[in-house]
């Protein structure tokens, strides 16, 4: 009997952008990584798409996009995301989608998901509505295709939820076996009720839905999937394989399916190096000729559904409860914690509905004297929210609006627009799923109701906020030092929020450091310098000027003026007022350059008063990511400094240190120091140089050896791993090129005797993929034989087995790949890496 297996990974993020910047900001908490995107993209949406098959020698075999041979679903703002700063995994993503159609029989592997990962079963008809479409129109945008299926989000689901999905025509989707209440074979028989989950998974079944419409379902397999998320069975790929099978039963008379579904944050970030094991289970079953690798589209158009099945409503994969997670003190939690409660969840919701249904209903009034149909302009908004630029938004408009609107009018609808998408993106299922108020997960979900009362405020007048914080004291936090929800709002969402005089500063600031351009951006804000002059006195500056700010998201503008007193250091004051007039401009700007140039500081600050009415601003007003960099470029002075006299004492008693060190005599805690910091950035210095000085990098690292000195490895892996990045890069683009070849050889054989592990992954990447693309045209003979043995020691050097890196013509032996490509052979190899944004 046909046996097909079929392996889905759910993909996602929750929202993590500053709603009024549409980025999310630096996150201390995900160190060394700037925010949790990006540590959780390093450790697993990267690597999956190239993940790593190891010989018996613990050499890489292979490289392949595991994307391309299971089934996915990525949540459509953490695709976003990685658009924008993880772009080759991104096109991996979309690769596989395309390879997956070849292989499937027309069939891609990648499934849709409900827009922002709200609880569908929890929400308004609308919202539901909603959620799905923009999660169809957002997968369309990406794949270029329709969607065959929906995730629905922590499988969350009642009847009205499958209504919506098969409307929109899609086909199927994937519940847990739990969620299955009854089946029959034939319209005429009795349903037979299921219990424990007891639905056999290796078969689809039909839904009827109460409209007449029917949908797919498919039951993943439960004890498999359980085993994988939280049994450590990632720990062997080969061990992974035979799991897989032992869901099969040849005492069925089916085509069976054994399928199964878990997030796919577990193939890496639960379980470090579950990328490999995944690779390595799916190429044993596939060389072995086990099961064939399948997808749920082409398993269904093969074999459509024969039996009949009813869903258990208001039920998910994560609640034993049903769908209390979401909305009360159930019980279920990370346990970490096992002492709290939440009963702040509860609350919480009640506070957040208040917020829906008293502006949702004023947006929709308002929008009817603007736009032909509100409801069909929501809808359609997300081609705007996909696509900021002025030509996509007035094409928009163009579809919807009942008239002509003045530039007021389009803020005003936009507004109106952007409130409604907070009121779906404060849902966000992350908010409730955890143990506490204050867990960054529901104060984002604050921070979007926030955004949401700003803007109500601004449309609809005063006392939203007030009477939301009201609701909230009804949550309190398990910490009593936290307080209720209100608190919680001061505390950690009220400081984050900014208004246009508020970039406008944070504009006025950084460009004192980074020069005043003609027209630049900070986030969805568009800058137009006007004017601007800069005075010194001293270590003293004072900036001038004037500009226009213009949100890319609602079209609303501020011309502004502005005036930034660098004392020095981080002493800093700057102010932001209206456009006053031409003439009370200059008589500002004639005023504050006559008292700064005097010296008069305290005429400065009269100045300030007078103009700006005491609203002043300074380096704690500066975003995060923004506020780092000019306090790194302001202890960089202090700092150089530093290191000048460390060097200084450094070489002065390099020989006493070196006739300790020949003593075996330990350097006494202050002079060790001292030579970690000097030889540690001689090195780093070393390495950056355009044409770095390798013998110079070796004689460092042989005297810090010999000085017993411990570098700073840290630091100089990332200079090193950059510097080979940038000579592999450099060399697969001219690869015939020896002198690029031979500095590409030189750094990598420096990364093999370094006294730490440098990550070789972005340069393996490169590598592999110049050698399979030259496989057709690389021979031996005819000259190449020298190009075609260096090539080959410049795998070696990356860790490649012979199979990888020699084309078939060359006449070597195919190696087959061993159990040792399970995840206790290559601790050793790989080890969590800093991504270099951007560039992956």
């Given at each position: 009997?046909?046996?097909?297996l079929c392996?889905?990974?759910?993909?996602?993020?929750?929202?993590r952008?500053?709603?009024?910047?549409?980025?999310?900001?630096?996150?201390?908490?995900?160190?060394?990584?700037?925010?949790w995107?990006?540590?959780?993209?390093?450790e697993?949406?990267?690597?999956?798409?190239?993940?790593?098959?190891?010989?018996g020698?613990?050499?890489?075999?292979?490289?392949?996009?595991?994307?391309?041979?299971?089934?996915?679903?990525?949540?459509?703002?953490?695709?976003?995301?990685?658009?924008q700063?993880?772009?080759?995994?991104?096109?991996?993503?979309?690769?596989?989608?395309?390879?997956?159609?070849?292989?499937f029989?027309?069939h891609?592997?990648?499934?849709a998901?409900?827009?922002?990962?709200?609880?569908?079963?929890?929400?308004?008809?609308?919202?539901?509505?909603?959620?799905?479409?923009?999660?169809?129109?957002?997968?369309?945008?990406?794949?270029?295709?329709?969607?065959?299926?929906?995730?629905?989000?922590?499988?969350?689901?009642?009847?009205?939820?499958?209504?919506?999905?098969s409307?929109?025509?899609?086909?199927?989707?994937?519940?847990?076996p739990?969620?299955?209440?009854?089946?029959?074979?034939?319209p005429?028989?009795?349903?037979?009720?299921?219990?424990?989950?007891?639905?056999?998974?290796?078969?689809?079944?039909?839904?009827?839905?109460?409209?007449?419409?029917?949908?797919?379902?498919?039951?993943?397999?439960?004890?498999?999937?359980?085993?994988?998320?939280?049994?450590?069975?990632?720990?062997?790929?080969?061990?992974?394989?035979?799991?897989?099978?032992?869901?099969?039963?040849?005492?069925?008379?089916?085509?069976?399916?054994?399928?199964?579904?878990?997030?796919?944050?577990?193939?890496?970030?639960?379980?470090?190096?579950?990328?490999m094991?995944?690779?390595?289970?799916?190429?044993?079953?596939?060389?072995?000729?086990?099961?064939?690798?399948?997808?749920?589209?082409?398993?269904?158009?093969?074999?459509?559904?024969?039996?009949?099945?009813?869903?258990?409503?208001?039920?998910?994969?994560?609640?034993?409860?049903?769908?209390?997670?979401?909305?009360?003190?159930?019980g279920?939690?990370?346990?970490?914690?096992?002492?709290?409660?939440?009963?702040?969840?509860?609350p919480?919701?009640?506070?957040?509905?208040?917020?829906?249904?008293?502006?949702?209903?004023r947006?929709?009034?308002e929008?009817?004297?603007?736009?032909?149909?509100?409801?069909?302009?929501?809808?359609?908004?997300?081609?705007?929210?996909?696509?900021?630029?002025?030509?996509?938004?007035?094409?928009?408009?163009?579809?919807?609006?009942?008239?002509?609107l003045?530039?007021?009018?389009?803020v005003?609808?936009?507004?109106?627009?952007?409130?409604?998408?907070?009121?779906?993106?404060?849902?966000?299922?992350?908010?409730?799923?955890?143990?506490?108020?204050?867990?960054?997960?529901?104060?984002?979900?604050?921070?979007?109701?926030?955004?949401?009362?700003?803007?109500?405020?601004?449309?609809?007048?005063?006392?939203?906020?007030?009477?939301?914080?009201?609701?909230?004291?009804?949550?309190?936090?398990?910490?009593?030092?936290?307080?209720?929800?209100?608190?919680?709002?001061?505390r950690?969402?009220?400081?984050?929020?900014?208004?246009?005089?508020?970039?406008?500063?944070?504009?006025?600031?950084?460009?004192l450091?980074?020069?005043?351009?003609?027209?630049?951006?900070?986030?969805?804000?568009?800058?137009?310098?006007?004017?601007?002059?800069?005075?010194?006195?001293?270590?003293?500056r004072?900036?001038?000027?004037?500009a226009?700010?213009?949100s890319?998201?609602?079209?609303?503008r501020?011309?502004?003026?502005?005036?930034?007193?660098?004392?020095?250091?981080?002493?800093?004051?700057?102010?932001?007022?209206?456009?006053?007039?031409?003439?009370?401009?200059?008589?500002?700007?004639?005023?504050?350059?006559?008292?700064?140039?005097?010296?008069?500081?305290?005429?400065?600050?009269?100045?300030f008063?007078?103009r700006?009415?005491?609203?002043?601003?300074?380096?704690k007003?500066?975003f995060?990511?923004?506020?780092?960099?000019?306090?790194?470029?302001?202890?960089?002075?202090?700092?150089?400094?530093?290191?000048?006299?460390?060097?200084?004492v450094?070489?002065?008693?390099?020989?006493l240190?070196?006739?300790?060190?020949?003593?075996?005599?330990?350097?006494?805690?202050?002079?060790?120091?001292?030579?970690?910091?000097?030889?540690?950035?001689?090195?780093?210095?070393?390495?950056?140089?355009?044409e770095?000085?390798?013998?110079?990098?070796?004689?460092?690292?042989?005297?810090?050896?010999?000085?017993?000195?411990?570098?700073?490895?840290?630091?100089?892996?990332?200079?090193?791993?950059?510097?080979?990045?940038?000579?592999?890069?450099?060399?697969?683009?001219?690869?015939?090129?020896?002198?690029?070849?031979?500095?590409?050889?030189?750094?990598?054989?420096?990364?093999?005797?370094?006294?730490?592990?440098?990550?070789?992954?972005?340069?393996?990447?490169?590598?592999?993929e110049?050698?399979?693309?030259?496989?057709?045209r690389?021979?031996p003979?005819?000259?190449?034989?020298?190009?075609?043995?260096?090539?080959?020691?410049?795998?070696?050097r990356?860790?490649?087995a012979?199979?990888?890196?020699?084309?078939?013509?060359?006449?070597?032996?195919?190696?087959?790949?061993?159990?040792?490509?399970?995840?206790?052979?290559?601790?050793?190899?790989?080890?969590?890496?800093r991504?270099?944004?951007?560039?992956?």
């Amino acid at each position: 009997m046909d046996r097909y297996l079929c392996i889905h990974a759910h993909f996602y993020q929750p929202p993590r952008e500053n709603p009024w910047l549409e980025a999310i900001e630096l996150q201390d908490s995900a160190a060394p990584y700037h925010d949790w995107n990006e540590r959780i993209a390093n450790e697993c949406y990267v690597p999956n798409g190239a993940a790593r098959i190891l010989d018996g020698q613990g050499r890489i075999a292979k490289i392949v996009n595991n994307y391309a041979r299971i089934s996915f679903n990525f949540g459509p703002t953490l695709l976003s995301w990685l658009e924008q700063h993880a772009p080759r995994t991104y096109e991996r993503i979309l690769e596989a989608d395309r390879l997956s159609r070849e292989r499937f029989s027309g069939h891609g592997s990648a499934l849709a998901q409900a827009y922002n990962h709200l609880i569908l079963p929890l929400a308004s008809s609308r919202h539901k509505y909603t959620q799905v479409l923009w999660g169809i129109r957002d997968f369309q945008h990406r794949f270029g295709r329709d969607p065959e299926a929906v995730w629905l989000p922590e499988l969350a689901v009642d009847v009205e939820t499958l209504e919506i999905i098969s409307s929109l025509g899609i086909k199927f989707t994937i519940l847990a076996p739990h969620q299955a209440r009854c089946i029959r074979h034939r319209p005429w028989e009795e349903w037979v009720r299921l219990d424990h989950g007891e639905i056999d998974p290796t078969r689809a079944y039909r839904c009827n839905l109460p409209s007449g419409r029917s949908l797919a379902l498919f039951f993943y397999d439960g004890p498999i999937s359980h085993a994988v998320a939280f049994e450590k069975l990632l720990l062997n790929g080969e061990s992974f394989a035979h799991r897989l099978l032992g869901g099969f039963n040849d005492g069925r008379p089916w085509a069976q399916l054994m399928h199964i579904a878990t997030d796919g944050e577990t193939y890496g970030h639960h379980h470090p190096h579950g990328d490999m094991a995944l690779a390595y289970a799916l190429d044993y079953i596939e060389r072995n000729q086990l099961a064939r690798i399948t997808n749920y589209g082409e398993y269904l158009a093969a074999h459509p559904p024969t039996e009949e099945v009813e869903i258990v409503e208001n039920t998910s994969w994560s609640c034993v409860h049903g769908l209390d997670r979401w909305q009360q003190d159930c019980g279920c939690n990370s346990g970490d914690r096992p002492q709290w409660a939440q009963h702040w969840r509860r609350p919480l919701r009640e506070a957040l509905d208040w917020l829906r249904d008293e502006l949702s209903p004023r947006c929709a009034l308002e929008l009817r004297e603007l736009l032909r149909d509100p409801a069909e302009a929501r809808e359609d908004y997300i081609s705007a929210v996909l696509d900021r630029s002025p030509a996509s938004v007035n094409a928009f408009f163009a579809r919807h609006v009942a008239r002509e609107l003045d530039s007021d009018e389009q803020v005003r609808v936009l507004k109106l627009l952007e409130i409604e998408r907070h009121l779906m993106l404060m849902y966000t299922s992350c908010g409730w799923f955890f143990d506490e108020l204050t867990g960054i997960e529901t104060v984002q979900v604050l921070r979007y109701a926030s955004r949401a009362v700003q803007l109500g405020e601004d449309l609809f007048g005063p006392l939203i906020e007030e009477q939301f914080l009201t609701r909230l004291e009804q949550a309190w936090s398990n910490m009593s030092s936290m307080g209720n929800g209100r608190d919680v709002y001061e505390r950690f969402v009220r400081p984050g929020m900014v208004n246009l005089p508020g970039v406008a500063a944070h504009y006025a600031i950084s460009s004192l450091f980074n020069g005043y351009r003609g027209r630049t951006s900070a986030y969805c804000y568009r800058l137009d310098l006007q004017e601007s002059r800069v005075l010194e006195n001293g270590k003293a500056r004072l900036a001038l000027g004037r500009a226009r700010i213009t949100s890319r998201t609602t079209r609303e503008r501020l011309s502004f003026c502005f005036t930034v007193l660098h004392f020095g250091d981080h002493n800093l004051r700057a102010g932001v007022c209206p456009f006053p007039g031409e003439n009370a401009f200059r008589v500002m700007i004639q005023q504050a350059a006559q008292a700064f140039l005097g010296g008069d500081l305290t005429e400065c600050s009269h100045v300030f008063d007078e103009r700006f009415h005491g609203v002043t601003y300074s380096l704690k007003s500066l975003f995060r990511d923004e506020q780092r960099r000019i306090l790194s470029r302001i202890l960089g002075a202090t700092l150089g400094e530093t290191e000048a006299a460390c060097r200084h004492v450094y070489e002065h008693h390099a020989p006493l240190l070196s006739f300790l060190a020949e003593l075996q005599t330990p350097l006494p805690g202050l002079l060790r120091s001292t030579a970690e910091a000097v030889l540690s950035s001689a090195v780093e210095r070393a390495l950056a140089e355009p044409e770095p000085d390798l013998e110079r990098v070796r004689t460092l690292l042989d005297t810090a050896a010999r000085q017993h000195v411990n570098l700073d490895s840290a630091g100089l892996e990332v200079a090193l791993r950059q510097r080979l990045n940038a000579a592999v890069e450099q060399w697969a683009r001219k690869p015939a090129d020896l002198h690029l070849l031979e500095l590409a050889e030189s750094v990598a054989s420096l990364a093999r005797v370094v006294p730490f592990e440098v990550n070789l992954w972005n340069s393996q990447n490169v590598y592999y993929e110049l050698v399979q693309a030259a496989q057709a045209r690389i021979r031996p003979g005819n000259g190449a034989d020298e190009l075609l043995e260096r090539i080959t020691g410049m795998g070696e050097r990356l860790g490649l087995a012979a199979s990888a890196i020699t084309p078939p013509q060359a006449g070597l032996p195919d190696e087959q790949s061993s159990p040792a490509t399970a995840t206790e052979a290559v601790v050793r190899r790989r080890r969590p890496h800093r991504m270099v944004r951007g560039a992956c």
